[in-house]
């Protein structure tokens, strides 16, 4: 039970950080955030179920692969790892690049209603479609799941990934819908940005270690 609950946390500490990582699916939430609150949650709710998606299909096709080819796991390990390094990297030199968002929250209001569900739907597109959101999963699974992954931990992965992915985008979307923390993390952009590529490449330095050592 405590090796469950260690990896359920791992996991999930991994992937609040891969969450806040700036992206595709941050800068959609926040230019309809800068528009809308209302479809900013709904985009939330919808990269929450892009997330489920990947932590699902991710879940199976690891576990499929590791036990018809035991050394994939130690491959996806190194793989995964350098991957991270150079996302870190990306993240870390572009913090100095502005956020480019739509300043349209003057629009009428008649103009951001009943879009609830077509902005779900593009938050889902926008999560699904981006490849490098499976190379992140894969990489965080393989980091911290066990060979054989107990039932209770198959379930409650893809439960704790749809919260953090809906959580952190609906923070993202509630603050950036307000002028005041707009501003803030627009003045802190670098900061937070150089802080989210840290932690990424450690988290890649960790996996390759641990495939060159064999585990």
């Given at each position: 039970?405590?090796?469950?609950?260690?990896?359920?946390?791992?996991?999930a500490?991994?992937m609040t950080?891969?969450?806040?990582s700036?992206?595709?699916?941050?800068?959609?939430?926040?230019?309809?955030?800068?528009?809308s609150r209302s479809?900013g949650?709904a985009?939330?709710?919808g990269?929450?179920a892009?997330?489920l998606?990947?932590a699902i299909?991710?879940l199976?096709?690891?576990?499929?692969?590791?036990?018809?080819v035991?050394?994939?796991?130690?491959?996806i390990k190194?793989f995964?790892?350098?991957y991270?390094?150079?996302?870190g990297?990306?993240?870390?030199?572009?913090?100095?690049?502005?956020?480019?968002?739509t300043?349209d929250?003057?629009?009428?209001?008649?103009?951001?209603?009943?879009?609830g569900r077509r902005?779900?739907l593009?938050?889902?597109?926008t999560?699904?479609?981006n490849p490098?959101?499976?190379?992140?999963?894969?990489?965080i699974f393989?980091?911290?799941?066990?060979?054989e992954?107990?039932?209770?931990?198959?379930?409650?992965?893809?439960?704790?990934?749809?919260?953090?992915?809906t959580?952190?985008?609906a923070?993202?979307?509630?603050?950036?819908?307000?002028?005041?923390?707009?501003?803030?993390?627009?003045?802190?952009?670098?900061?937070?940005?150089?802080a989210?590529?840290?932690?990424?490449?450690?988290?890649?330095?960790?996996?390759?270690w641990s495939?060159?050592?064999?585990?």
């Amino acid at each position: 039970m405590m090796d469950t609950t260690l990896s359920l946390l791992g996991i999930a500490g991994a992937m609040t950080v891969g969450a806040m990582s700036p992206g595709p699916s941050f800068v959609m939430v926040a230019r309809t955030a800068v528009a809308s609150r209302s479809d900013g949650l709904a985009a939330a709710l919808g990269m929450g179920a892009g997330g489920l998606v990947f932590a699902i299909a991710a879940l199976a096709g690891l576990q499929a692969a590791f036990l018809a080819v035991p050394g994939l796991y130690l491959a996806i390990k190194g793989f995964g790892g350098a991957y991270l390094i150079y996302l870190g990297f990306r993240i870390w030199r572009g913090a100095r690049q502005p956020l480019a968002m739509t300043q349209d929250a003057d629009a009428p209001s008649t103009r951001r209603r009943g879009r609830g569900r077509r902005t779900f739907l593009l938050g889902l597109a926008t999560q699904v479609s981006n490849p490098k959101t499976a190379v992140v999963y894969a990489s965080i699974f393989a980091a911290f799941l066990p060979r054989e992954v107990p039932l209770v931990l198959a379930l409650a992965v893809p439960a704790v990934i749809f919260c953090i992915e809906t959580g952190w985008y609906a923070i993202v979307a509630l603050a950036l819908s307000s002028a005041a923390p707009r501003s803030a993390y627009l003045r802190y952009k670098v900061w937070i940005d150089r802080a989210a590529g840290g932690v990424m490449g450690l988290l890649g330095l960790r996996l390759v270690w641990s495939a060159v050592r064999g585990n």
